[in-house]
């Protein structure tokens, strides 16, 4: 791949206080692309994305590589790294209401991450929390501006999230189960903003999802995890011709519409799985 | 073993009216779904229904008895709520063990640690996360701790919002198994709340679609397929989900 975004080679990772790491050996590179991270909960997509912004204190982590464009993470002191979080790398973190101050109304806090980033007046830096908040669908962007996060539903506080990452231009996106709370309709709207970002600013973008549908439809490439190891690596429309089982396995305890309401199989976990690790 | 009827729920916060005269029943035994746009006020109506929000009018009748009526520990026996945001609903210095015990000791059951061990298989953990605290768990584990606790004291009417929407679909699959077998051997009563038409269609009898704070259609499990909602949002909603689930 010419001029990667990110290059990752052999990642590992151990929380303090725990026998085996929650993360091994995972190798990627990523361009100006999507790429899915799918696989078992407990399986370390969410540890693999905190530990590219370094966002772990209490694990140890290990790499032979960790590039991001001209800036090699795993030797980047956290003064760097707080000048990169937020505008040239963000995450779009699983649960949005622990990530926002509860004390503080969303809106301010949208208008707040902007101050930091680009210099402006109180006045403006709510225009645009509030333009931001209408640009992720949220219906009544001045009322939902002054609540606080309890007061706000869980699709709102997804989209809240996303809002702040659209604030700054970022180049790396890292958008862990973005849109599990939002209805179908409004989830298309939302992807289609996450789709433009990577069209139109070329940026690059990670996302974790639980969604088959999504994964197939929405990424170019998706890595399947298991037991911290990526196991498989293919292109999001060959998804249906994944070869691994457990990969199968996922496919087959998806229900659909219309199904015979039967109990769905469930994965039989072979010790196996968790042994040979595929890199890409 | 016990219906729910609710009729013309309203809730206001400030000059903000939530719900509009939300009214609808499940019968006893029955799977309910409850579907509609985001912010629309799904988790709202579950909140009245378990008085975790009190300030609101009209009935909500499980059996025989309003909610109002019932003494907090008849309450939390007849109706448990699993909530959408499982970071939220775990206090961060309880271990599990802790959230699985406590309501346990309140009601003097006997064989607490067998129980807790089951509630923990049961949502597939392993029992040594009886010892871990929520910042050590994933996304999913969390919210399957929040199952476990709902289940463990076996009430007749199971509130669940979203239950599996942080879950991966092997997962999902387990908790949709173990929810399916406990209401056929034990006749609960479930409100579901879920944005996945699959799993309403899956798990649901009948199913209601709300928009901006009102129910607008109460349908048969059998409309989504043949997308048969007379009502122009209900008919979108379903139209977006069976798009979405062939191509997205
Ligand atoms: N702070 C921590 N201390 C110890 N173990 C942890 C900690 N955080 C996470 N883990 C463990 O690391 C493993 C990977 O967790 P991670 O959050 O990356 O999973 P995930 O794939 O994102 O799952 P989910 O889909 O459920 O969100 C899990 O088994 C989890 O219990
Ligand atoms: N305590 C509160 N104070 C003010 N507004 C509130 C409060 N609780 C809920 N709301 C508002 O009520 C509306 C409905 O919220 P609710 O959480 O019930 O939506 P929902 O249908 O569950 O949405 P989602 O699918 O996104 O979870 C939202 O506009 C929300 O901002
Ligand atoms: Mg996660
Ligand atoms: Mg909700």
């Known amino acids: 791949m010419t001029d990667p975004i990110l290059d990752i080679r052999n990642l590992s990772v151990r929380y303090r206080g725990t026998p085996d790491p929650a993360v091994r050996g995972v190798s990627f590179t990523l361009g100006r692309e999507r790429l899915g991270i799918v696989g078992e909960s407990g399986s370390g997509k969410s540890t693999v994305g905190r530990a590219l912004l370094k966002l772990l204190p209490t694990a140890e982590i290990t790499a032979e590589r960790m590039q991001f464009e001209e800036v090699d993470l795993l030797n980047a002191p956290e003064r760097r790294m707080l000048k990169l979080r937020g505008r040239r790398m963000s995450m779009i973190l699983q649960d949005p209401k622990f990530s926002l101050n509860p004390i503080q109304r969303c809106g301010h806090q949208i208008a707040e991450a902007y101050r930091t980033h680009v210099r402006a007046s109180k006045a403006e830096a709510k225009a645009k929390a509030v333009e931001m908040l209408a640009a992720v669908q949220i219906r009544d ?58 069209r139109d600013h070329g940026i690059g973008l990670i996302m974790i999802s639980h969604d088959l549908n999504l994964v197939r439809n929405f990424c170019d490439r998706v890595l399947i995890m298991y037991a911290g190891q990526v196991v498989e690596t293919l292109d999001a429309a060959d998804l249906d011709h994944a070869t691994h089982p457990y990969t199968r396995g996922l496919l087959a305890a998806q229900p659909r519409i219309g199904g015979d309401r039967s109990a769905l199989p469930v994965l039989e976990r072979d010790a196996s799985w968790a042994q040979t690790g595929a890199t890409t | ?121 049961d949502v597939g953990l392993p029992v040594d ?68 038409l699959s799993v309403v269609d899956h798990m649901c009898d009948r199913f209601a679609v709300m928009q901006a704070g009102r129910i607008v259609e109460v349908l048969d499990r059998a409309a989504i397929p043949s997308n048969a909602a007379t009502q122009p949002y209900a008919r979108d909603l379903i139209a977006a989900s069976l798009a979405y689930e062939r191509a997205v």
């Open chain 2, 129 to 196: 996360f009886l010892e871990r605290f929520p910042h050590q768990l994933s996304g999913g584990q969390r919210q399957r701790v929040a199952i476990a606790r709902a289940l463990i004291l076996e009430p007749e009417v199971l509130l669940l919002d979203e239950p599996t929407s942080a879950l991966d679909v092997s997962v999902q699959a387990e908790i949709l198994n173990l929810l399916a077998r406990l209401r056929s051997e034990k006749g609960f009563t479930y409100l579901m709340v879920s944005h996945d």
């Open chain 1, 141 to 198: 962007p001045e009322r939902v501006y002054m609540l606080y996060p309890h007061e706000v539903s869980g699709g709102m506080g997804q989209r809240i999230m996303i809002a702040m990452m659209l604030l700054t231009d970022p180049d790396l996106v890292i958008a862990d189960e973005p849109t599990s709370a939002l209805d179908v309709t409004v989830r298309l709207q939302v992807l289609n903003i996450l789709d433009a970002l990577v």
């Open chain 2, 1 to 121: 073993m016990k219906p729910v009827a609710i009729r013309d729920l309203c809730i206001s916060f400030g000059a903000v009216q939530v719900l509009h005269d939300v009214t609808f029943d499940v019968a006893s035994g029955e799977s309910f779904g409850l579907v509609g746009e985001s912010g629309s006020g799904k988790s709202t109506v579950l909140r009245c229904m378990s008085m975790l929000q009190a300030q609101w009018t009209g009935d909500v009748i499980i059996g025989s008895q309003s909610v109002r009526e019932m003494p907090l520990n008849a309450r939390v026996r007849t109706v448990q709520m699993v909530f959408q945001d499982p970071y939220g609903s775990l206090h961060p210095r309880h271990s599990v063990a802790t959230v699985l015990s406590e309501p346990l000791r309140i009601h003097g059951l006997d064989r607490q640690r067998a129980r807790m061990e089951q509630a923990l298989i």
